[in-house]
């Protein structure tokens, strides 16, 4: 039983077609993340919902939405793909807010997006 | 502001080397440290964690201390083996902005 599920796991695709990826979790966890992870390995926040609500919205483009219809699950929405959008997307989850003691992340195996 | 400094890679060692990945930490509050382990093709699994002043977070033969006089934590292993090959993250979680903030990754290379 995989924790953190994401789908696809490639996703190849031309430059301005819209595109998403659907996250889902059955940790039971309260809250999920979307990590954007780039050619140099560098992993950097998106978004973070709690319970549904968003909670995190760094800097990234509008293009990029997110949607948690109830709180397994996230998926996050691209439209107007561009070049600079190719990396691979990591969904992940915990059980509390970070900082808590609980509050370590659970990862689900990426999204490897390419736009051509 | 928050943020994580560790070591650059690639780092390559023999097996049954020692092996040391530095990580430093600069923070506003208390935060938790962690060091998350990434195989080939896969997501981030946790693989050890401190959530206070001196505690050692260990697994798997991977050792780290929570140091806040040097605000550091390093990830030590006395013996490696060619399955650690691998990037691992260390990262700091915030209570006060619910955020999570790793370093940079350190690519671990372990030659038989």
């Known amino acids: 039983d995989t924790a953190v599920s994401q789908t696809p796991k490639y996703l190849v695709t031309q430059m301005g077609n819209d595109k998403s990826i659907k996250c889902e979790q059955n940790?039971?966890?309260?809250?999920m993340y979307w990590y954007k992870q780039d050619s140099k390995k560098f992993l950097k926040i998106m978004f973070s919902?709690?319970?549904?609500?968003?909670?995190i919205n760094e800097t990234v483009p509008n293009r990029f939405s997110p949607k948690s219809p109830d709180k397994a699950h996230l998926n996050l929405h691209i439209n107007s793909l561009e070049l600079g959008d190719s990396a691979v997307y990591f969904c992940?989850?915990?059980?509390?807010?970070?900082?808590?003691?609980?509050?370590?992340?659970?990862f689900g195996e990426g999204s490897r997006l390419t736009v051509l | 502001g928050n943020s994580v400094t560790q070591m650059e890679g690639p780092v390559t060692l023999s097996e049954e080397a020692f092996l040391t990945i530095n990580c430093t930490y600069t923070?506003?509050?208390?935060?938790?440290l962690f060091w998350y382990v990434q195989y080939p093709g896969e997501g981030l699994q946790l693989l050890l964690k401190?959530?206070?002043?001196?505690d050692k977070g260990s697994n798997k033969g991977f050792e780290a201390t929570y140091r806040k006089e040097t605000t550091s934590f390093h990830l030590e292993k006395g013996s490696v083996q060619v399955s650690d090959s691998a990037v691992y993250f260390c990262?700091?979680?915030?209570?006060?902005?619910?955020?999570?903030?790793f370093g940079s990754g350190t690519k671990l290379n372990v030659k038989p």
């Open positions: 923070a506003t509050g208390y935060p938790s």
């Open positions: 919902y709690n319970n549904k609500e968003l909670i």
């Open positions: 940790l039971g966890h309260d809250t």
């Open positions: 401190a959530t206070k002043a001196d």
């Open positions: 990262a700091l979680s915030d209570y006060n902005f619910n955020k999570f903030y």
């Open positions: 992940a989850s915990s059980q509390d807010l970070a900082g808590s003691n609980t509050g370590e992340l659970f």
